[in-house]
Every structure is written in structure tokens, then in C-alpha cells.
């Protein structure tokens, strides 16, 4: 029996290890992946997160998840005692929500449709025609809607991962041809749902207001001369000041012509 030679330490641990990683790395990849139909939810990186080989926060690093990075989720586990939830993935674990309960990705929305523009068209913040503008969508360039909603004017409203878009110009342009839709789109609503103006009362008729009582006919301006009678003896005087010069007295009873003059 041939003698066998001792090995050092060193190098039957190097070789376990070797082992080790080539075992798992064969379950891995021999672990069945989800079908299309039995996919899990997708979500979309907010930030950049390390893709870590197991469950463990401390296992062997394997890659980055950058930011706007999309991926479907093939199960969901919650770290014990924390607010950590590790997702899976194809490329390994990463974790949806830190230890200090900061979320690093978000849910995405599965298309209901898809589109082409075919005539630029303005991107907008919100739903609203008048929100903030968000960019401009260039012709040729594919959309996959999120959502789809019809505004007050009959507009329908595109919304997409960069923000919501016009399906048609005001002028009736179309800027986003339909390719295939999972969702018919909402139509309009009828006009019997439309809220109805409320008929406004009738006029209520104003009274008339009473006319004014014929005003007096005006009394007839006083003439220059009037007929006094003296009935007490006065002093005549020449003008019409109280100190002027004393004129001739009239007989007693002597009716008189006053021309405006005072006595």
C-alpha cells in the first residue's frame, strides 16, 4: 500500500471551501424560476442597493442594483426583529426596506397598454393639462401606459413612468399610437351621468314702485309793488337804511304804494 503524503491544513480548507461554493452555486442553479404567470410583483430601485448571494445581510456580495432598475420578485422575507424585508430576485437578495425602515424600491405598475409617439408630445407632472411640465416625449420612442383616464374636455390622459401625456393634441392630433392594450380604455361617460345644471328660478317680477305725488304748482313770484294800510303812525325815511334822511309824512290813514321799502 503506497504511503499516503499528510496535506497541510491550509490547503484541505482552501479546497471545503472551493466545495462549499460550488455546491451552492449548483443549487442555485438548479432552483426552478418562477413562469410568467406565477411571477411575483415588480418593483423599481430608488436607489442604488447591494445584491447580496443569501438571505443574510453579512452573506457574499454578488452585485449593485442601480437606481431605476426594475425586478420581479420571487419571494419576500422579513429580517426577525427588524423592519428589514429582503427580496429575491434572479441575481440574488436585496433589501426592499432597511433596518431603519427606509424603503429602497417601489411597487410598478403592470402596463395596461402600449404605445409608440408618433408626433412629440409634452410630459406633464400630473394628470392635469396645466401641471408642471416633465419633458418632452420624442417620436418613435415605445410607452408602456400605466394608467389611462379621460379629462373633463374628452382628452385621454397617458400616464407612463416619466409622467402623463396627451393621446391627442387639442386640435385632435394623435401623438401615442395604440399597439396592443391589456384593459379596454374608459369611455366617455354618458351624457345622463353627467351632472346636471339645476334650472335656474324664473325671474321674479319687481313691483313698481309708487309714482311720486304731483309736487304743488309753484306759488307766483311776488309782484314789485304791494297796497299796505298804516295802522299806526310811522317815520318815513328817504332810502331804504334806517338812518337815512326823514322824508315828508303822509296824512293819517293815507293808504300808500310800498315799493319793497321798509319802515
Given at each position: 500500500?503506497?504511503?499516503?503524503?499528510?496535506?497541510?491544513p491550509?490547503?484541505?480548507?482552501?479546497?471545503?471551501?472551493?466545495?462549499?461554493?460550488?455546491?451552492?452555486?449548483?443549487?442555485r442553479?438548479?432552483?426552478?424560476?418562477?413562469?410568467?404567470?406565477?411571477?411575483?410583483?415588480?418593483?423599481?430601485?430608488?436607489?442604488?442597493?447591494?445584491?447580496?448571494?443569501?438571505?443574510?445581510?453579512?452573506?457574499?456580495?454578488?452585485?449593485?442594483?442601480?437606481?431605476?432598475?426594475?425586478?420581479?420578485?420571487?419571494?419576500?422575507?422579513?429580517?426577525?426583529?427588524?423592519?428589514?424585508?429582503?427580496?429575491?430576485?434572479?441575481?440574488?437578495?436585496?433589501?426592499?426596506?432597511?433596518?431603519?425602515?427606509?424603503?429602497?424600491?417601489?411597487?410598478?405598475?403592470?402596463?395596461?397598454?402600449?404605445?409608440?409617439?408618433?408626433?412629440?408630445?409634452?410630459?406633464?407632472?400630473?394628470?392635469?393639462?396645466?401641471?408642471?411640465?416633465?419633458?418632452?416625449?420624442?417620436?418613435?420612442?415605445?410607452?408602456?401606459?400605466?394608467?389611462?383616464?379621460?379629462?373633463?374636455?374628452?382628452?385621454?390622459?397617458?400616464?407612463?413612468?416619466?409622467?402623463?401625456?396627451?393621446?391627442?393634441?387639442?386640435?385632435?392630433?394623435?401623438?401615442?399610437?395604440?399597439?396592443?392594450?391589456?384593459?379596454?380604455?374608459?369611455?366617455?361617460?354618458?351624457a345622463?351621468?353627467?351632472?346636471?345644471?339645476?334650472?335656474?328660478?324664473?325671474?321674479?317680477?319687481?313691483?313698481?314702485?309708487?309714482?311720486?305725488?304731483?309736487?304743488?304748482?309753484?306759488?307766483?313770484?311776488?309782484?314789485?309793488?304791494?297796497?299796505?294800510?298804516?295802522?299806526?303812525?310811522?317815520?318815513?325815511?328817504?332810502g331804504?337804511?334806517m338812518?337815512?334822511?326823514?322824508?315828508?309824512?303822509?296824512?293819517?290813514?293815507h293808504?300808500?304804494?310800498?315799493s319793497?321799502?321798509?319802515?
Amino acid at each position: 500500500m503506497a504511503p499516503v503524503s499528510p496535506q497541510s491544513p491550509p490547503r484541505m480548507l482552501a479546497r471545503m471551501k472551493r466545495a462549499s461554493s460550488e455546491h451552492l452555486a449548483q443549487g442555485r442553479a438548479e432552483s426552478p424560476r418562477p413562469s410568467p404567470q406565477d411571477a411575483g410583483p415588480r418593483y423599481r430601485a430608488l436607489r442604488s442597493v447591494v445584491i447580496r448571494a443569501e438571505f443574510e445581510l453579512d452573506s457574499e456580495k454578488v452585485g449593485v442594483l442601480h437606481l431605476g432598475t426594475e425586478l420581479i420578485a420571487e419571494e419576500e422575507r422579513q429580517v426577525g426583529g427588524s423592519a428589514c424585508v429582503r427580496v429575491r430576485c434572479g441575481e440574488g437578495w436585496v433589501s426592499k426596506v432597511t433596518a431603519e425602515g427606509e424603503a429602497t424600491m417601489e411597487p410598478v405598475d403592470e402596463p395596461v397598454a402600449q404605445y409608440t409617439c408618433v408626433k412629440k408630445a409634452q410630459i406633464r407632472a400630473g394628470f392635469a393639462i396645466d401641471s408642471d411640465k416633465a419633458g418632452v416625449l420624442a417620436a418613435g420612442t415605445a410607452v408602456q401606459a400605466q394608467e389611462r383616464r379621460l379629462n373633463e374636455q374628452g382628452v385621454m390622459r397617458v400616464r407612463f413612468a416619466e409622467g402623463w401625456v396627451s393621446e391627442r393634441t387639442a386640435t385632435g392630433a394623435l401623438c401615442l399610437q395604440l399597439d396592443s392594450e391589456a384593459a379596454p380604455a374608459p369611455a366617455p361617460a354618458p351624457a345622463s351621468a353627467l351632472p346636471k345644471k339645476k334650472a335656474s328660478p324664473p325671474p321674479v317680477p319687481r313691483k313698481k314702485a309708487a309714482s311720486p305725488p304731483p309736487a304743488p304748482a309753484p306759488s307766483p313770484p311776488p309782484s314789485s309793488s304791494q297796497a299796505f294800510t298804516c295802522v299806526r303812525k310811522s317815520q318815513i325815511r328817504s332810502g331804504f337804511e334806517m338812518d337815512s334822511p326823514k322824508a315828508v309824512r303822509p296824512p293819517q290813514h293815507h293808504s300808500a304804494l310800498c315799493s319793497g321799502r321798509r319802515s
